[in-house]
Each structure stands twice: as structure tokens, then as C-alpha cells.
């Protein structure tokens, strides 16, 4: 069986089930590779374009094969990589009688679908390199200054562009290196876009905000659900702030980025996992596990400030509200408080999520099930607290204090809860509910302290 007949086998095959196109070949690149300088052409073309195509050469010489055919072999052969061999001995073919078309064609398969995992990189890019040399000053130019005909040094230098250059848009610099459409058109921009990743993680906080932003420009052009998260992006919109927060605006931005298009960390259980293990190459799994924490403290922190801010609005009891809000979050600002979910009763839901929505920030929350007597205006904010889980209210009453690992402590991140299990007055074991009564500050303190050994910024351990 002929290469080519294998090819037309596989091909066929795969499209029964479903082609296996990189997220790079798009009508966007075809449009972009279009109006490439010197004609550089896509054309790429669709699995059954692609397998009727590969019927009508099958048999054909590739040594005698039509320019024109020849082209189209070269453009698209690497795009599922089952095809390398037919790819090298159409390269070979190329060479032995180069013309403008083919060495177009080569340096596109290159460019658009980088098969940089596959063996044959090294002498596709060569023949790129050696087909750049022939076209002349333009292509030769911009292989010289990127170092594009290496595999290697081709993305990480463009990358290192994409992150740092701020006298250039991305735009301008893919185009200097011959890529027009976008960092997204093709699969060495995709490369390059990864190694512009890894230049932003190991920035220092003073020039992250800068290189973070231009990742997050990069993705302006592109429909929504084109946009993707990769464990890179993800890392390198999180790893420079393990130590220290950005500002305000900057951290709203990233968050809002990662909860639209990567998920909640602490209700995804799809796709997180993920990410960590994909940092976790790279840093090895403690860092990874830390670096995905950026995004979950900074919910945690927005979450409870948001708590306390919106029912001080809404209360009769400022000064009362006031108190329990410094209380608390004296631990979260000492970074004791590791997790934070509130649920909103039916009544109080509509009052605080508008409140909530008018201060720009993203907080999810729970729905309390009042049925059984609660009242539906009341709501209830859900923390882990060293090794504590508590359930303060809006309202007067008793605060909940269970031990983390209790059978009967609420679970975190749930959408519903039920406020008579909130509220409960006896759950056995290391369970306990306290009054805000007089002193209420110092019973509380005493109490978490013997418990969790943490001591209250102000109140210590009421000792």
C-alpha cells in the first residue's frame, strides 16, 4: 500500500469520527495567510476536500506531481501529523525543483501548523530556512531576526517580544515576523503566545501588571468561545502574585478573565485539576497547588468583604454590623480565613446582589432554603477558619462553630443550603454556638483559640 493510499485511509477514517483540526485552522487564518506578502497562500481545506484530494494524487509520482498539487501536499500535510512521510518526500520533491509556490508553501506548513512534537520538525524547519534563503531579502530578513527556522529559539524569542516589547502591538510583531492575522493564526503564534506565558510568570509583581495585560489584549479579537485557558496562561496570570496582590482594577481583570474562561477553582472540578497538573510540570506540584491558590484568595477576600459591606448597607444596625465585620475579618486580613461562601436568603438575594453588581467586582454565592421558620431576609457567610468551619448571620442569633473534618459541618461551595442546618443547636463532637452577646468579641476569641491555636490580631486569645 502507497503512502498516499494510507493517507487517504487514515483521512477517511477520521473524518467519519470527527477531523482532527488544531484550534488553529480557522477560517480566520485562511483570511489572514491570504494577504500574507509574496502570495503565501493557506488554502486549507476540509476533510473531504483534504481525502478527495489525496484520491485524485494517490498514485501520482511526487517527483512529477503539478506545482500546484505539490503545494497543497506541503501546505496541509502536517495538520494531523499522520502524514510526515508523504510531507518529507514532498519537501525532497520541493527542492529538487524549487519554485516561488513550493517555497511559499513549505515555509506556510511551517508557520500554520508548527508540528513541533513530531520527528520531522528538524527538517521541515531547515527546508522553511532554506526556501526563506531563495525568496530573498524579505523572508531571509525576518527568518534572521526571529531565528525562525529554529523550532526552539523561533517562539521563545517572538514570545519573549510579545511580553516584553512595549513599543510594538502583537500585531505588529507577528507581522514583522511574516504572520499576519493574529498571535492566534497559527500554530508557531500559539508556541509563541506559550513561551510569552512563561516570560510573564517569572516577572516580578513591579512589571507583571504590564505583561499580563498585554496577554489579555492579545485576546481582543477573538469570539468568545474561541478563547481558551491553558495551564501556561493560567500560571502566568497567577504565579507573580503568590507573594503580593495587584492593584484593584488590575486584579478584577484577571479574575473576571479566569472565572469567564478557566472556571472557579473552588466549584470546577473539571477543569482545575487540569491546570494544576499542567503547572505542576513546570513548578512541581506545591507551587502549582500555590499558584492556583492566588485565585482562591483573592474570592475568598472579595467574598467576605462583599458579605459584610452589603448587609451593613442594608441593616438598621450599623454600629452592630460594624463590629462582627472588623472581628472577622481581622483573621482574613492576618490570612486565617481560607475559605468564604455566603448564602442569601430568597428576600435578601435581590437587595444584595445589586449591591454587589454596582461594585464591579464577581462573587458567586449560595441560595438559603429558609423553609422550617428561618426568615428569608437573613443570610449566612460560610469560612473555614484554621481548622474551624463557622456559620455567621446577618442577623441576631448564635454563630455555628464546627471542627473542619465534623460529618455534620457544612460543605463549602454548595448552590443551596438549608438555614435550620445552619442553624443547628446540638451536632455532637467538637460543635459549639455562641451568642453575640456582651463581650461577645472575647468569647469568640477564646474560643477559636483553643481550638485552632490561631489568636486574634486585636482580641489575642481573651486570656
Excluded at 335 to 363: C, N, P, Q
Aim: net charge neutral; with cysteine; glycine share 8%.
Amino acid at each position: 500500500m502507497t503512502p498516499l493510499r494510507m493517507a487517504i485511509d487514515t483521512v477517511a477514517g477520521l473524518a467519519r469520527s470527527g477531523f482532527p483540526r488544531p484550534p488553529t485552522i480557522r477560517t480566520e487564518v485562511q483570511r489572514a495567510l491570504d494577504t500574507m506578502p509574496d502570495g503565501l497562500s493557506s488554502a486549507i481545506m476540509d476533510e473531504e476536500e483534504f481525502t478527495e484530494f489525496l484520491a485524485r494524487v494517490e498514485n501520482s509520482d511526487l517527483a512529477a506531481v503539478h506545482p500546484r498539487d505539490l503545494k497543497k501536499i506541503l501546505q496541509q500535510v502536517w495538520q494531523s501529523g499522520d502524514h510526515d512521510s508523504i510531507g518529507l518526500a514532498a519537501v525532497r520533491s520541493a527542492e529538487k525543483r524549487p519554485l516561488k509556490r513550493t517555497d511559499l508553501a513549505i515555509i506556510t506548513g511551517y508557520l500554520l501548523h508548527f508540528p513541533k512534537h513530531s520527528g520531522s520538525i528538524g527538517i521541515l524547519a531547515e527546508a522553511a530556512g532554506n526556501a526563506a534563503t531563495r525568496l530573498g531579502n524579505e523572508w531571509r530578513t525576518r527568518g534572521d531576526k526571529w531565528e525562525l527556522w529554529n523550532p526552539d529559539a523561533g517562539p521563545r524569542n517572538l514570545g519573549t517580544a510579545l511580553a516584553c516589547n512595549e513599543q510594538e502591538t502583537p500585531r505588529e510583531l507577528m507581522e514583522s515576523a511574516g504572520i499576519f492575522g493574529g498571535v492566534f493564526a497559527t500554530a508557531f503564534g500559539e508556541c509563541a503566545f506559550d513561551e510569552a506565558c512563561n516570560a510573564v510568570a517569572g516577572m516580578s509583581p513591579g512589571v507583571a501588571t504590564t505583561g499580563q495585560q498585554r496577554l489579555l489584549g492579545m485576546f481582543g479579537g477573538q469570539e468568545e468561545d474561541a478563547v481558551s485557558c491553558s495551564p501556561l496562561l493560567v500560571r502566568a496570570l497567577l504565579k507573580p502574585w503568590i507573594e503580593m496582590r495587584p492593584d484593584t482594577d488590575h486584579r478584577r481583570a484577571v479574575t473576571e478573565f479566569l472565572l469567564r474562561h478557566a472556571g472557579d477553582p473552588r466549584t470546577d472540578s473539571t477543569r482545575w485539576p487540569g491546570y494544576i497538573r499542567g503547572m505542576a510540570e513546570k513548578d512541581g506540584e506545591d507551587e502549582a497547588q500555590r499558584t492556583a491558590g492566588v485565585l482562591k484568595s483573592w474570592l475568598t477576600e472579595v467574598a467576605m468583604r462583599e458579605f459584610f459591606r452589603a448587609i451593613m448597607e442594608t441593616t438598621d444596625r450599623k454600629d452592630q454590623w460594624k463590629q462582627r465585620q472588623d472581628f472577622w475579618l481581622g483573621y482574613l486580613d492576618d490570612g486565617y480565613v481560607t475559605d468564604a461562601w455566603f448564602a442569601l436568603g430568597t428576600r435578601a438575594k435581590s437587595e444584595i446582589h445589586r449591591i454587589i453588581e454596582k461594585s464591579g467586582e464577581k462573587v458567586d454565592f449560595a441560595t438559603l432554603d429558609t423553609r422550617g421558620g428561618a426568615d428569608a431576609s437573613h443570610s449566612s457567610l460560610i469560612m473555614t477558619l484554621g481548622s474551624m468551619r463557622i456559620a455567621e448571620w446577618s442577623h441576631n442569633g448564635a454563630c455555628r462553630f464546627w471542627a473542619r473534618d465534623h460529618s455534620r459541618a457544612p460543605a463549602l461551595y454548595e448552590p443551596r443550603y438549608r438555614a435550620s442546618r445552619l442553624r443547628a443547636m446540638s451536632d455532637g463532637g467538637n460543635f459549639d454556638h455562641i451568642s453575640h452577646t456582651s463581650n461577645w468579641q472575647s468569647k469568640f476569641a477564646k474560643y477559636i483559640y483553643r481550638q485552632t491555636n490561631i489568636r486574634h490580631p486585636k482580641h489575642g486569645t481573651a486570656y
